[in-house]
């Protein structure tokens, strides 16, 4: 089992950056994938951005370019670089960890002005 705290969230006008983190409750080194998702109002959730414990990534394609997920082994905590940020944005961003089972953090917004 793992918990997942999201930060790093909030406002910024368009074209900006931010970058979000999110800190494991233990060693991230062997846990399968690490992962971005968002959920924007009246709408499903959906992947953002994937990194596997070998460091393979995937990203959606209305990311691609714009953000980069990296991940830090040794202090347990995967990051989530969005730069050129657009309205269309705008969600709450999860973390979750796949390992067997998959485990979410809480979330924490992202807002983007025009």
């Known amino acids: 089992q793992v918990q997942v705290v999201e930060s790093g969230g909030g406002l910024v006008q368009a074209g900006g950056s931010l970058r979000l983190s999110c800190a494991a409750s233990?060693?991230?080194?062997?846990?399968?994938?690490m992962g971005w998702y968002r959920q924007a109002p009246g709408r499903q959730r959906e992947l953002v951005a994937t990194?596997?414990?070998?460091?393979?990534?995937n990203y959606a394609d209305s990311v691609k370019g714009r953000f980069t997920i990296s991940r830090d082994n040794a202090k347990n905590t995967v990051y989530l670089q969005m730069n050129s940020l657009k309205p269309e944005d705008t969600a709450v961003y999860y973390c979750?960890?796949?390992?067997?089972?998959?485990?979410w953090g809480q979330g924490t917004q992202v807002t983007v002005s025009s």
């Open positions: 233990r060693s991230i080194f062997n846990i399968n994938a």
């Open positions: 990194i596997t414990s070998g460091g393979s990534t």
């Open positions: 979750a960890a796949d390992n067997r089972l998959r485990y």
